[in-house]
């Protein structure tokens, strides 16, 4: 650059307004990038809080539409009289309300799934959530520990590491067709009457073990859930591994620990606090997901919460054990039974065409109770971490 | 010297010929050492000479670091190979402490860390824990400071007393021989002078082996040094002898500061 000739005395001088204007620019340029995505975000945040909260939030005593959070979906009936009032009303009250209206009736719409609450697409993906974070974790915080502290550096790692990476790269739709295959029509059962379809029958003596499939259950569902987030579970659990000071591992194998009592004891817990960060991410997602679960788990309606499935009336004189057993395996068959899920449950009404008011109300309603539970998750995770922190601090 | 004098006791630590490769870049060679019990012998030598490494082959700790390897000669402790196939590693390192450069304490109880070693041999007994706890922090010198609060996390401690409850930890498995890696150099003076008076107790119910990079320190703590230069031993002697009269031309010019 030419020095310039004004500049006599100064020997530091430059083009300072060009460069000044363009350092201006820049930064303004970055800056509104940054407040665009941060509007986007709570743009969207805003559309389902002022949607969603009326659907949800009542102005009077409990506060809340109950009705919304306690019933399941059902179909709701919209009957309109001559003077074009309208009546929003339930399945079973439609015929009723149009005989009371006699002549003054006009007509009738009804519409699929908007009626009644979204109990059932709730407890259902708690449900899916529950076994896909207990399955991720387990498998992924195992797989995480053989990583860090047993595998040896080599080819061989670089190339799970490399499966891994792949595998959180799997569109998800994948992944419900690979639980549809895996879970839903071939994983072992223990069953004395094996079903035609069943792949493998072992004979144990006792029972047989049967490849024909846990069927479209919170099982299968789950479990296809829990690979969906295990990526992002080991690749994290890892990570909080590493973090782990090698000094402790190296105490803890001088005072004579063997290398399981090392992680055990002087590892595992440092790490919990991430990990369990690590999972809030892999809970959201879990809950999140509807591809996976739309052949493994989910129904777009059922009437039936999972416990409520109908069990053959025990005989009046039935003992207490007897109950008791009904009542075990009505809760142990909460797993086994398809449910509803609040992704797919607000993908179907969306998908129904045409929309109405009452369909737009029931979809904000359940996404902005989706949101507020994918939020409580969260932060109960970051209270169980904080909690964790402060009693395992180096 | 009475004539009748009993033969001097076996030496607890015995390293014969041995040479030590980390992949394939030797790291030790041809060390011959010999450590009599209830001494403490000071390992000296320039940073990178390979002091910590021949400490951590007494151990094993070495072990952890993939392709370090013993490739000739032999360690004997208490008479035993080490690298015998029998040789149960848990074993060995419950009779051969160690304590690290840098304290470590787990962020655990006081009382936690202390029991860690022995709580890893199965002991479930409370009575013997605390007994071993007790003795170990009396031993430490730390007993009379922390007996009130055992239950606090060690974390809150000053770093002198971080190092004496890692030795307390050390010798809290009763072993025989305690490696001590560069103990003092990341404390204070005062501290690493309550370390050193330490050190001076613990031989009397222990072997220590102390690497440190501070001549003082060896002529103050030591009976013993030895110094390595370049993966050799060059001299191994009584530690009076060996600073006051040095027998290798290397020795004298590392002692006087004037190494080329």
């Known amino acids: ?394 | 010297m009475p004539a009748l004098q009993s033969p001097p006791p076996p030496p607890v630590v015995q390293v014969r010929e041995m040479d030590f490769c980390y992949g394939s870049s030797i790291a030790l060679e041809g060390i011959n050492l010999a450590v009599e019990r209830y001494r403490i012998t000071a390992l000296i030598g320039a940073s990178g000479c390979g002091k910590s490494t021949l400490l951590r082959c007494i151990n094993r700790m070495n072990d952890r670091v993939p392709g370090a390897r013993v490739t000739k000669g032999e360690i004997l402790v208490k008479g035993k190979n080490i690298h015998d196939d029998d040789v149960d590693l848990t074993q060995l390192r419950k009779q051969v402490g160690m304590v690290f450069q840098k304290s470590s304490p787990f962020p655990k109880t006081i009382y936690e860390n202390v029991a860690y070693g022995q709580r890893t041999h199965g002991v479930k007994s409370k009575d013997i824990l605390d007994d071993a706890v007790e003795r170990a922090l009396r031993h430490a010198a730390l007993w009379e400071e922390l007996k009130d609060r055992l239950d606090q996390n060690a974390l809150g401690l000053s770093g002198g007393q971080q190092q004496r409850l890692c030795i307390a930890r050390a010798i809290a498995t009763r072993p025989d021989v305690l490696l001590m890696d560069e103990p003092c150099s990341a404390l204070d003076p005062i501290a690493t002078l309550k370390i050193e008076e330490l050190m001076h107790q613990l031989a009397r119910e222990f072997t220590v082996i102390i690497v440190t990079h501070n001549m003082q320190q060896a002529v103050r703590v030591s009976d013993y040094t030895a110094f390595l230069h370049l993966g050799k031993l060059v001299e191994f002697a009584e530690t009076d002898a060996l600073f006051s009269n040095p027998r290798q031309k290397l020795t004298e010019s590392y002692l006087r500061g004037t190494f080329s």
């Open chain 1, 1 to 394: 650059m030419t020095p310039n000739p004004t500049a006599v005395g100064n020997p530091f001088a430059g083009a300072k307004n060009q460069q000044e204007r363009r350092e201006r620019i820049t930064r303004w340029l970055l800056r509104l990038v940054t407040f665009f995505i941060v509007a986007v975000t709570l743009g969207i945040l805003a559309l389902i809080a002022i949607k969603g909260s009326p659907v949800v939030f009542r102005s009077q005593w409990p506060f809340v539409n109950t009705k919304f959070l306690t019933e399941l979906p059902s179909t709701l009936h919209v009957i309109e009289d001559v003077k074009g009032n309208k009546q929003e009303v339930e399945v079973g009250h439609a015929d009723e309300v149009k005989a009371g209206l006699g002549d003054n009736f006009h007509s009738e719409t009804t519409i699929s799934y908007s009626g009644g609450g979204i109990l059932g697409p709730i407890v259902g993906t708690a449900l899916l959530v529950l076994v896909s974070i207990s399955v991720a974790l387990f498998l992924g915080v195992s797989c995480a520990i053989y990583l860090s502290e047993y595998a040896k550096h080599g080819k061989f790692l670089e190339l799970v590491r490399l499966a891994i990476l792949n595998l959180a790269g799997v569109p998800s739709v994948v992944f419900g067709l690979f639980g549809l295959g895996a879970f839903v029509l071939t994983a072992p059962v223990f069953t004395h009457m094996p079903m035609d379809r069943s792949i493998l029958i072992i004979p144990l003596g006792f029972t047989t073990l049967s490849f024909e499939g846990w069927d479209t259950c919170v099982l299968s569902g789950g479990f296809t859930l829990a690979f969906v987030i295990l990526p992002v579970i080991i690749t994290a659990s890892e990570q909080c591994l590493q973090a782990v000071p090698q000094g402790f591992r190296e105490t803890s194998m001088a005072l004579g620990a063997t290398r399981w009592q090392t992680i055990r004891y002087s590892v595992l817990p440092f790490a919990m606090p991430g990990i369990l960060t690590s999972s809030i991410l892999g809970i959201a997602r879990a809950a999140g997901e509807t591809a996976p679960i739309m052949f493994t788990a989910a129904l777009a309606f059922k009437d039936k919460l999972p416990w409520q499935k109908a069990l053959p009336p025990l005989p009046a004189d039935a003992s207490i054990f007897a109950h008791w057993e009904q009542s075990v395996s009505r809760l142990l068959g909460v797993f086994t039974e398809s449910v509803q899920a609040l992704p797919y449950h607000i993908y179907t009404i969306a998908a129904k065409i045409p929309q109405n008011e009452y369909s737009e109300r029931a979809q904000y309603g359940s996404v902005f109770v989706f949101l507020v539970l994918v939020a409580t998750l969260a932060a109960t995770s970051i209270w169980l971490r904080r909690r964790l922190r402060a009693k395992y601090r180096w």
